[in-house]
């Protein structure tokens, strides 16, 4: 079992719909959560951190359940620009280094 | 201020030659990562510099892979005797790796090296 799972996609999705993507992982002692984007043919670039709480920025929301061992990011009034893969991470308890999920592909279209 | 930046940018080899990709990470901060991303694939840990403790290689491949960091700057990875499988994006990321903040933790990618072997 793959330690952060993500549903690969794609998701088609009309412009200004909402559209929200779950991500699981396996080690309970995960301690801290991002959403990354990656642009096709670009580097992943940092879209949040997910706190205990859950946070908004702007069009997005990202919710942790560590009860359930999900995330989710909620994307609001989709754009066109939002057309992306979006990738769970996940830091485990006692180590550094982050762990990706594969990557949920989301495009939108007019 | 400055990003992540790699270099070269893109680089063709021959199979079997040596290559060598560097990376120049955000400055102050102490962690530095290398990945690797096959065309549609995800990402692929390979190696994770922290601060003056031993590195972690437990994503390098095989033993044509090694990876050197100078104190906390530049870091150059190595492929030896390249082979096609080799043909990815090679990408770097660094952070802060502070233990107070979860946003510590948050990792900055460079554009990457695309590395094409033939």
């Known amino acids: 079992r793959k330690e952060v799972e993500q549903d690969p996609g794609p998701f088609n999705v009309p412009e200004g719909a909402t559209v929200a993507f779950n991500c699981t992982y396996s080690?309970?002692?995960?301690?801290?959560f991002f959403w990354y984007r990656q642009d096709c043919r670009k580097e992943p670039k940092l879209l949040m951190s997910?706190?205990?709480s859950g946070n908004e920025d702007g069009r997005f929301t990202a919710q942790l359940n560590r009860a359930s061992q999900y995330i989710s990011l909620l994307i609001r009034d989709s754009k066109l620009s939002d057309s992306a893969t979006y990738l769970c991470v996940v830091r485990s308890g006692g180590y550094n280094k982050l762990i990706f999920g594969a990557g949920t592909r989301l495009a939108v279209h007019p | 201020g400055a990003g992540v930046s790699q270099s070269p940018s893109n680089k063709v080899t021959e199979k079997g030659k040596d290559v060598e990709l560097r990376c120049d990470p955000i400055s102050g901060h102490t962690a530095l990562y290398w990945y690797r991303q096959r065309l549609g694939q995800g990402l692929e840990f390979l190696i994770y510099?922290?601060?003056?403790?031993?590195?972690?290689k437990s994503g390098l491949p095989s033993d044509r892979f090694s990876a050197e960091r100078t104190g906390e700057s530049v870091s150059t990875l190595t492929i030896q005797r390249t082979q096609q499988e080799d043909s990815a994006v090679y990408l770097c990321?660094?952070?802060?790796?502070?233990?107070?903040?979860?946003?510590?933790?948050?990792?900055?990618f460079g554009p990457g090296t695309r590395l094409t072997v033939t």
């Open positions: 510099f922290q601060g003056n403790s031993a590195p972690d």
């Open positions: 997910v706190y205990s």
């Open positions: 080690n309970s002692a995960s301690q801290s």
């Open positions: 990321a660094s952070s802060l790796d502070l233990v107070f903040r979860d946003r510590d933790y948050e990792q900055y």
